[in-house]
Every structure is written in C-alpha cells, then in structure tokens.
C-alpha cells in the first residue's frame, strides 16, 4: 500500500486532481468529507460539538450550523482549537478505518487541505501538492466559486504560503494552465504512483 498525501492551496485545483485520481482507481480518504460525517445528526461528534459550544450551533432541524459555528471559532483561537480537538481525532480514527479497509496494493490518497499548516507530511510515504500561481487561484475563486476578491484573498492568506506546500512536496502537480492541460500530468503522476506501490 502507498499512502500519499495531497495537498494544495485554495483554488488551485486539488479537488478536480482527487477526481482525476480516484476516476484512475485511487482509494480517495477526504478529510473534509469525514469532518462533516463525524459531526452528523445523531453521532457522538456532533453531541460532543453541541455540549463544548451549547445548542446555539444546531439549525432548527438539528443539523449542524456551520456558518454560525464558523463565526464563533474564525473569531477566537481558543474556540477554533476546542473543535479541532473534538473533530480531528474523530477524523484521524475514520481515515485509519478507510485506509485499513483498502486493499493491499492500493494507492490510499488522504485529501487534506491543510496538510503543511498542521505539520502532517510525515504521516505519508510520499506528498503530492497541486500548484498554481497566486493570480490564477484569486481567478478561480472569483469566476467559479462567486466569492469577493477581499474575500478570497484573505482565505488563501489563511492558509499556508505556497514556500511552505512546496517545501512538503515530493512530488508536485503544476495546474496554472486550463483543465485539458492538467489530466495529462495527473495520469503520468498516477502511473508513477502505482509504480512505487508495486515495488512497496
């Protein structure tokens, strides 16, 4: 099994690779797919949320209120680090199960957008970031996604700088280009990917 990290700054297109790969045969572990499961009505997630953040957070139906939950913990980095310890070993647990039910000649690859702000690079045989220049990524966020240039500066402010991602890669995803450009070096990285896990 190849356990392989990927990573990428907002809007730079991690999302569209991790399909890519997993259209390929990629076991695909989405970190942010298992954060918003761990916290589903009716888990122990959500009840350990709702107790450490009061019933504010819940919508009327009893879902969780993200963005109102986001107003409190975006504000106050004490709040943010009481959900994180509630909701990251939740996640951590689940991507193990994910990884453990794969078969043994798989290529496991964790999605994780934060990977190089929370020092998680040596958990992976090997880490992939996808790339693209600051000038694209502020495009992408304001033609596809809708948001506010200020707004999408600030979120890609938030995370990592790409010195930092790129100083975690072994191997990296150049998308600065249109998506026809971009299957290409995927299926190449792809192909090397299941060569070194042949050879594991």
């Known amino acids: 099994m190849l356990k392989v990290g990927l990573t990428g700054g907002i809007g730079a297109g991690k999302s569209e690779v991790s399909r890519l790969l997993a259209s390929y045969g990629a076991v695909i572990v989405d970190s942010d797919r298992i954060a918003r499961e761990v916290v589903e009505p009716g888990t122990p997630g959500l009840a350990a949320v709702v107790a450490e953040f009061g019933p504010g957070v819940l919508t009327p139906e ?45 290529v ?30 502020l495009d992408r966020l304001v033609r596809q996604r809708g948001m506010a240039p200020d707004e999408a500066r600030a979120r890609m402010a938030a995370q990592a700088t790409r010195e930092q991602r790129l100083a975690v890669a072994d191997i990296v995803i150049d998308n600065d280009g249109p998506l026809e450009t971009l299957e290409p070096r995927v299926r190449a990285v792809w192909e090397d990917l299941r060569r070194r896990a042949a050879q594991d």
């Open 62 to 106: 009893g879902t969780l209120d993200r963005p109102k939950l986001g107003a409190i913990v975006f504000a106050d980095p004490d709040r943010l680090a009481a959900l994180n310890a509630i909701v990251h070993p939740l996640v951590r647990a689940r991507s193990a199960e994910l990884e453990a039910a794969a078969d043994a000649a798989a």
């Open 108 to 137: 496991v690859v964790h999605d994780v957008p934060l990977l190089a702000e929370n020092g998680l690079a040596p958990l992976y045989d090997l880490v992939v970031v996808v790339d693209a220049g600051t000038g694209t990524r």
